[in-house]
């Protein structure tokens, strides 16, 4: 049983324009979120992250949003820039943060000029 | 389709003594397999990249004698711990890759607890 879910496996966008990444998940026990963007032939780094006492993080061009209440969570990126393509896991936690992480199966966005 | 597991989940163990944990791809063949260590709340620390066959690539600043990891089978990877000591704690996480590592697709294993005393 899959807990974390992104159903898009790819995402194409113009660059300038706005990125949506989608991700749900269904153990109501994940308290916390993190989105991570990796290169090919690299490991994940860290990009941003929400707790669940929040509906909405920032941080310059990303921005996270959480719907508890449709356990859905969207990663915004804009203006969306060629660097930005990248594939893009969406994890969970249910320990604030301390405890592991639960990894969905990632998009890959592809930032078009 | 595509499902990494880990055994054990959580372990707890002596300072002093070492520890294995297993990493397969239960349903793809994965060429590449990929130790993470994680830190709270954040960052994902890519420890070392395992190749079905040959020997692991580590990357800098960890310790290859102590975290010693062979890729025996084309679904198996496993990570000792050596002489494991508290500052060692942490969540481990492993993914595989079925295409190599050029290849962006991971998928993720549930991960593993270690606690050392």
């Known amino acids: 049983d899959q807990q974390v879910k992104q159903n898009s496996p790819s995402l194409s966008v113009q660059e300038g324009r706005i990125s949506i990444l989608n991700c749900d998940y269904t153990n109501s026990m994940f308290d916390y979120f993190l989105w991570y963007k990796k290169y090919p032939a690299e490991g994940p780094t860290f990009l941003i992250s929400?707790?669940?006492?929040?509906d909405k993080n920032e941080d310059g061009r990303f921005t996270v949003f959480l719907n508890k209440s449709a356990k859905h969570l969207s990663l915004h990126i804009v203006p969306s820039q060629p660097g930005d393509s990248a594939v893009y896991f969406c994890?969970?936690?249910?320990?604030?943060?301390?405890?592991?992480?639960?990894f969905g199966k990632g998009t890959h966005l592809i930032i078009q000029p | 389709g595509a499902v990494v597991s880990q055994h054990p989940s959580r372990v707890i163990c002596k300072s002093g003594t070492s520890v294995k944990i297993e990493c397969r791809s239960l349903?793809?063949?994965?060429?590449?397999m990929f130790w993470y260590r994680q830190f709270p709340k954040q960052s994902l620390m890519l420890m070392a990249t395992?190749?079905?066959?040959?020997?692991?690539?580590?990357e800098q600043g960890v310790e290859k004698d102590k975290f010693l990891i062979n890729h025996a089978s084309l679904t198996l990877s496993t990570l000792t711990v050596t002489s494991a000591h508290p500052e060692d704690s942490s969540f481990y996480i492993c993914?595989?890759?079925?295409?190599?590592?050029?290849?962006?697709?991971?998928?993720f294993g549930p991960g593993t607890r270690l606690l050392v005393l």
């Open positions: 993914s595989a890759s079925p295409h190599g590592d050029f290849q962006e697709t991971q998928y």
């Open positions: 395992s190749n079905e066959g040959s020997k692991a690539t580590y």
């Open positions: 994890a969970a936690s249910d320990g604030g943060g301390a405890d592991g992480l639960t």
């Open positions: 349903d793809f063949q994965a060429t590449t």
């Open positions: 929400i707790s669940s006492i929040k």
